[in-house]
């Protein structure tokens, strides 16, 4: 990864400077065409005409047509590059972005199963108390006659079956939160699991594909071409 990022920042670097090119072109076109148009405009009538003895022989030219075309092309072509380069910076950063997330969330889901199975494991452990209060209970309606009677170890028997039955109640609510937590977790990982491999199918068509079969484009062949 720190050797893709320093071969981006190298190409955009090499981009910005074609960028910087690209502008002075562009203010060079601008001349030119202001340039041609009052030339175009002169007739015999207008001001500022005059006699530029030898200027049909001063040739002081920079390029020719096939030379210009190349150099337009290798320009726009440079400007697409840049273009593309920034793009791939873009979706390495989203890219980056989302498995620092996708990281989180995976540790998050950890902490919640292992909260589930601390809760299920309280459950279970609620169920052998239970069982003995309801045991007691079961004998304790075995008293004969006029022993069988309400006293205070019926009603603390009772008591304490309705505080296990509390705490399971809460158990329970707790449990059924996390799972719902784990369920909306795992619904978002995979969704951002998804996005992280259009992302990276993306980052290989634009770097490997596109962008590298760019840098090795036979611009010659193209004007040629154009001719």
């Not at 601390?118 to 309801?134: E, F, N």
Request: overall charge positive; proline content about 3%.
């Amino acid at each position: 990864m720190c050797r893709l990022l320093q071969r981006i920042a190298q190409t955009l670097q090499e981009l910005r400077d074609a960028r910087n090119c690209l502008e002075r072109d562009a203010l060079d076109k601008f001349a030119t065409i202001n340039i041609d148009k009052y030339a175009h405009g002169l007739n015999n009538n207008s001001p500022g005409i005059a006699l530029y003895p030898g200027i049909e022989q001063w040739d002081k030219t920079m390029s020719t047509p096939e030379s210009w075309l190349d150099f337009t092309i290798r320009l726009a072509w440079n400007n697409t590059n840049e273009a593309l380069a920034q793009r791939i910076q873009q979706t390495t950063d989203m890219k980056n972005r989302m498995q620092a997330e996708l990281s989180r969330l995976t540790q998050e889901l950890a902490d919640q199963e292992k909260h589930r199975q601390a809760l299920q494991k309280a459950l279970g452990d609620k169920c052998p108390p239970l069982k003995v209060a309801h045991t007691r209970l079961e004998r304790r309606t075995h008293r004969p006659c006029m022993e069988l009677c309400r006293d205070n170890a019926m009603i603390r028997l009772q008591g304490e079956v309705l505080d296990l039955y509390g705490s399971i109640d809460q158990l329970k609510q707790k449990l059924a939160a996390v799972e719902a937590t784990i369920a909306a977790l795992l619904s978002r990982k995979n969704r951002m699991e998804d996005e992280l491999q259009i992302k990276t199918n993306s980052l290989l068509i634009d770097r490997e594909r596109v962008l590298g079969a760019r840098r090795a484009f036979p611009i010659t062949s193209v004007v040629t071409k154009c001719q």
